[in-house]
């Protein structure tokens, strides 16, 4: 297998199970077939206009930006996430934007601790004609509602949506 440049080989003498690492930025290893990670870091979206994207993530989420700069061909980057959290939003400026995330309830999960914090972001979403669906209590998904970004992206705010429910409901109903 060849990889480009930046890729290397650090190991099985099978030739089958490769073990690449990047140099750039050393982030991924295979290890028998699977990969290990040390992070996941981002989600990459598209923005027509940063300033609303900043302004209504910054509004309805505990995001805050990280760091808003131009990087070389790729254009003007926004890095949106918690603070002392490993896991954000990145948005790169374009033109024109569309929702990247499209079809089958595709969307941006975002977790609260109580109710009433998905009720806050829903009255407020219906105040400023965002709110895509309502508070519902969803089973396994937890107590949720959904309002869509300035791109159209659809951003579900949740509370109870435990991962070890989510699987047992699976195991259950498959």
Known sequence: MKWPETWVDIGSTSGVNQRWINLECARLVS?????VMTAFTHVNLRAADLDATRIWYEKYTPLAVQGQIQVG??????????????TGIVFIGVEESSPV??????????????RSEVDNVAALA?????????PVDAGPAGYLCVA?????NLVEFSVGQ???????????NT
């Open 73 to 86: 061909e790729i254009g003007e980057v926004l890095w949106l996430q918690e603070p002392n959290e490993e």
């Open 31 to 35: 290890n028998g077939g699977g990969i």
């Open 148 to 152: 869509t970004d300035p791109d159209g």
């Open 126 to 134: 219906q105040a400023d004609g965002c709110l895509e669906r309502e």
């Open 101 to 114: 995330l499209e079809g089958a309830f595709a969307h941006v999960g975002i977790a609260f601790s109580e």
């Open 162 to 172: 435990e991962l070890s429910d989510f699987r047992n409901y699976i195991s259950e």
